[in-house]
Nanobody
Framework: QVSLVESGGGSVQSGGSLKLTCVAS??????MGWFRQAPGKEREGLAAIDDSGRITYTDSVKGRFTISQANNRKTLYLQMNDLKPEDTATYHC????????????????????WGQGTQVTVSS
């Protein structure tokens, strides 16, 4: 069992930046990532780091968002720059303990655990 708590969301203007933080209750050799969900829309995988340290981003955030992980692998970050109104959503940190790849996680959002989420609102 892994519990995840996100923080760092807020309201910014278009072009602004935010840094999200996620703290896991324990490290179980899991892969971690971020996904978001806007009202009425499907979950969208954004970025992930697998247990081998490989990183994948979805195309819509490449060059704007950066995922990183603390050395203890229990804290995950998402630095978000050049935010756009279409980035408005609830952002969730997620983890999975079975073997998988970052690419698979971003494409499928197939995680076993996720946090309550933190709201990001970008105004034009």
């Amino acid at each position: 069992q892994v519990s995840l708590v996100e923080s760092g969301g807020g309201s910014v203007q278009s072009g602004g930046s935010l840094k999200l933080t996620c703290v896991a209750s324990a490290y179980r050799g899991h892969s971690m990532g971020w996904f978001r969900q806007a009202p009425g829309k499907e979950r969208e995988g954004l970025a992930a780091i697998d247990d081998s340290g490989r990183i994948t981003y979805t195309d819509s955030v490449k060059g704007r968002f950066t995922i990183s992980q603390a050395n203890n692998r229990k804290t995950l970050y998402l630095q978000m720059n050049d935010l756009k109104p279409e980035d408005t959503a609830t952002y969730h940190c997620a983890a999975v303990t079975r073997g998988t790849t970052a690419e698979h996680l971003v494409a499928t959002v197939d995680y076993g655990y996720w946090g309550q989420g933190t709201q990001v609102t970008v105004s034009s």
